[in-house]
């Protein structure tokens, strides 16, 4: 049967004598009144080292629960290529779909770009801190992806190290395998209503590589998805 994850806090790797203590009120609360555990039922889980620890509760009360480490072995399920993903603000819902969905793909990065045509102009960090974790907990990754505070596209531009793509309906068709080398690959999403073109002149002067993904137009949020799992899968 399928162990549940779950990521906490602190550093597993240095618990004492293997026993893990969790005091965090929503993890407690999640523990006894959702899935209902108890003593001697066991979980997975991760602190965002890249370790995954399969452990079992000793105790478990509303005002705590003590687990003790069986097993610490390496997590491998995250995809061997980075994508830092520069999703262009729009509307909530439809941004944190991507943000689920994306770290379910293992996206590495989100960025978030006020773009000239963005709706919207900012993000309530802290539920997508929250979707981030779920997500994650959910598909079992053993590193969080990172989120960054909302920016210019301007500013976007020294936030990477890699090849960098963006996508326009009359540029060459892209094709994975001319990146499947790159160890890390820097992707541009636009708003609902597209890159300006003052916006894509600034990505040509920044050797952005221009490229079409599908003949027919997508919305932000799918053109993301459809895109990371071309990539990561």
């Not at 597993?12 to 009144?33: C, F, M, S, T, Y």
């Not at 629960?65 to 097993?71: D, F, K, T």
């Not at 994650?136 to 969080?144: N, T, V």
Request: proline share 4%; glycine share 6%.
């Amino acid at each position: 049967m399928r162990l549940h994850n779950f990521f906490v806090e602190q550093k597993l790797k240095d618990a004492k004598g293997g026993e893990v203590l969790v005091a965090d009120p929503e993890k407690i609360h999640q523990w006894l009144r959702v899935f209902r555990f108890g003593p001697g039922d066991q979980v997975v889980l991760l602190d965002d080292s890249g370790f995954e620890f399969t452990c079992q509760f000793t105790a478990l009360t509303p005002g705590g629960a003590s687990l003790v480490i069986l097993e610490a072995k390496e997590n491998t399920k995250t995809p061997s290529q980075e994508v830092f993903l520069f999703q262009s603000i729009i509307k909530s819902d439809k941004f944190e779909w991507v943000l689920q969905k994306g770290t379910e793909l293992g996206v590495s990065r989100f960025m978030p770009i006020i773009a000239d045509r963005s709706e919207k102009k900012s993000l309530n960090f802290a539920r997508a801190k929250k979707i981030l974790i779920e997500a994650s907990e959910q598909c079992g990754r053993g590193h969080l992806p990172n989120f960054y505070e909302a920016m210019k596209l301007e500013e976007a531009f020294g936030q990477y190290d890699a090849k960098a793509v963006v996508f326009h309906p009359d540029a060459p068709r892209f094709d994975k395998r001319d990146f499947i080398s790159e160890k890390r690959l820097a992707v541009f999403i636009g708003p609902e209503g597209g890159w300006s073109d003052r916006e894509m002149e600034l990505f040509k002067i920044k050797n952005v590589h221009v490229y079409s993904f599908s003949s027919l137009v997508l919305r932000s949020e799918t053109a993301a998805i459809a895109i990371s799992s071309l990539i990561l899968l």
